[in-house]
C-alpha cells in the first residue's frame, strides 16, 4: 500500500468541474430567457392601460418608473440586487408576435379599436434606457434598484415581467447570504433545493442564483449547463436499498490505479479490510448490512476517485460507516482517492464527531495520512437557524447540502418588490397613502453611497438628478426617507455613485457579467459591510437607523407636491 501525505479534500463531490459557459450554453441562456420570459408574461392590466394611453394619444410621453422594495427581506439589514442579467436580455428580445397579437384580440374586450394592435405588432424597446444598481451589490430598503425610462405605453407594459424577474432573484440570493454568514467561511455549501422548488423555472432560477450570493457547488445540472456552476452529487438511499446481497456487484474486479493491468477481487479485498476495521473498532459484524455493502462496492467500482456514499440508510454506527472505511481503504490500497460520505438524518454534529474519530483511528492504524481529512456531508432539512447551530456545536462537518428552507425562502416567500411611476413629460410623480411606508418618492433620482473613514456604507443618499453630486470631505444635509425625523448633516469620507446606464436605443450599453464575475461583487460587497449590519439577528437595519435618505431639495420637492395635491383636491369648486 502506498503512503499518502495529508491532502487538502476536492470539494468536487461528482465530476464537479467548473468551467465557463460556453458559447453553445450562452446561446441557450439566451433562448431561456426569450422561452421563459415570453412578452406575454404580464398580467392582463397592463395591456388595458397600454390601450387606454394609446386611446387619448399619450402613449409615447416620456415616462420614468422606478423599481425597488420596501423592507430588507428576513429581518435582516441589506438585500443583494439580482436579475439585472435577464432584465436586459428580456429587453433586447421584448417583441410581440402575430400569435401574441391574436391572442390578445380574443381577450381585450371587444370595444378596443383593431388599429391598436398593429400598434403592439411594432413595439419594441428601442426607445427604453434602463439605468440599475450593478448586480450583485448590497441594497437597502426603498433605494431604487433600476429606473427605466421611455414612451410611456412601453414601460408600463415591462412592469410585471421585470418585477418577476428582480423579485425571486434577488430575495433566494440574499437568503443565500444569510447561508453563507450562518455558515462562516470553512465550510462549503452545496445547493440541492431542485425537487424542492416553485416548478422548473424557480429550481433554476435558485442554483443561479443561491451561487451567486454564496454557494459553492448545486446539483442542477442544468444550471452548471448554462451558468458554468460547479455541480456535484453521488449517490441517493433508493442507490443503497436497491443492492441486498453482493452477489448483485458486477462487475467484482478493479484495475489498481497506479496502472498496474491485473484486476483486483474488489469484494474480496473490502471484506478483508472489513474484518480489520470491526476489530480495530471492536464493533461485532453481525449486523453490518450487506446489500449496503454491495451497493457502496459497485458504486466504487464505478466511479473510484468518486466514492462519496450516503451511509444512513440503516445504521451509521453498525454498518454505514463500517462498509465505507473497508471499501474506502480498499480504494487506497489501489491507488485511489475516496472522497468521504454524507449523513443525511439523525444528529449530524455527533455523528460528524464520530465519523472523525474512526476516520482517524483508520488514518493511524493503518497508516493512511489522508484517511483523516475525507470529507463529511451534512444533509437534513437545513435551516438557517441549524445553520448558526452548527457553529456553536463540536461537528466535523466540512460540507454542508441545503435545498428546502433555501430555494423556497421559507422565512418569507417574496421581497415585495414595486414599480411605481415617478415622472411623465417631465413632471415629477409621486403616490400618496394612508399608510406612509407606501408613499413614493418623485422625480428623477440619483443614488449615492455614503462611506465611512473604513470604507463602510452607513448611508444611501436619493438626490434629484440636476442636483451636483455630494462630495467626499463635505457636509450635507439630509432627511429621512420615511418618517418625521429632523434634518440632519453628515459628512462622508468617500462617495460612490450606484446608478449605471445599462441599456439604451434598443442595445445593452454595460458588459454582462458570467455568473461567477457576478459571485465575486456579491461577496466584495457584502466585505464591505459594518459587522453589525452583517448580524442575522437583530442587525443594525440601515433604514430604522435613518441610513437611506434624501436631499434636501428633494425633500422640498415632496412637501410641495404634497401641500399642490391638496390644494387641487378642490378643482370640482372651480370655476
Known sequence: MSQRSRRQPNMNLGKGNMAAPSSQSCTALERSIRERVPTLLTDLYQFTMAYAYWRSGRHNEPAVFELFFRDNPFGGSFSLFSGMHDCLLFLRSFR????????????????????????????????????????????????????????????????????????????????????????????????????????????LTASRYTYVGGFDMTSNVQAGFLFGIPVAGTMAHSYVTSFS????????????????????????????????????????????????????????????????????????TYSGLLNFCAVALSLFELDYSPLGVRLDSGDLCRQSVEVRHVFRLCSEQFSIPAFQSLLIVGTNNISEYSMAELNKKENEIDVVGVGTHLVTCTRQPSLGCVYKLVEVRGSPRMKFSEDPEKSTVPGRKAVYRMLDTEGHPFLDLLCLCEEPAPKACVAVRCHPVVGNKTCQSITPSQVSCLRLEVYTKGQITHPLCSTAETREKVQSSIQTLHPRHKRLQEPDSYIVSFKVAVSEKLHNLIAEIRKGSSNNSNFLLAN
Open 245 to 316: 446481497s453482493l452477489e448483485e456487484v458486477w462487475p467484482q474486479t478493479l484495475v489498481a490505479a497506479n496502472g498496474d493491468h491485473d484486476n483486483i477481487d474488489l469484494i474480496s479485498l473490502t471484506k478483508g479490510w472489513l474484518g480489520r476495521v470491526c476489530e480495530l473498532l471492536g464493533v461485532e459484524s453481525g449486523k453490518i448490512h450487506e446489500g449496503e455493502l454491495a451497493a457502496f462496492l459497485s458504486y466504487a467500482i464505478a466511479y473510484p476517485h468518486n466514492f462519496l456514499p450516503v451511509i444512513d440508510s440503516y445504521s451509521v
Open 96 to 203: 410581440f408576435t402575430d400569435e401574441d397579437v391574436e391572442y390578445l384580440r380574443s381577450v381585450l374586450p371587444p370595444a378596443t379599436d383593431p388599429a391598436f394592435f398593429l400598434f403592439l405588432r411594432e413595439l419594441d424597446c428601442s426607445g427604453v434606457t434602463l439605468h440599475s444598481v450593478p448586480e450583485g451589490m448590497v441594497v437597502f430598503a426603498r433605494v431604487p434598484l433600476m429606473e427605466v425610462s421611455g414612451p410611456l405605453a412601453v414601460v408600463q407594459l415591462l412592469e410585471t415581467s421585470l418585477l418577476c424577474l428582480v423579485n425571486y432573484a434577488s430575495l433566494v440570493c440574499s437568503n443565500a447570504a444569510r447561508f453563507r454568514l450562518a455558515a462562516g467561511s470553512r465550510r462549503k455549501l452545496l445547493e440541492m433545493g431542485l425537487r424542492r422548488a416553485q416548478g422548473p423555472d424557480g429550481g
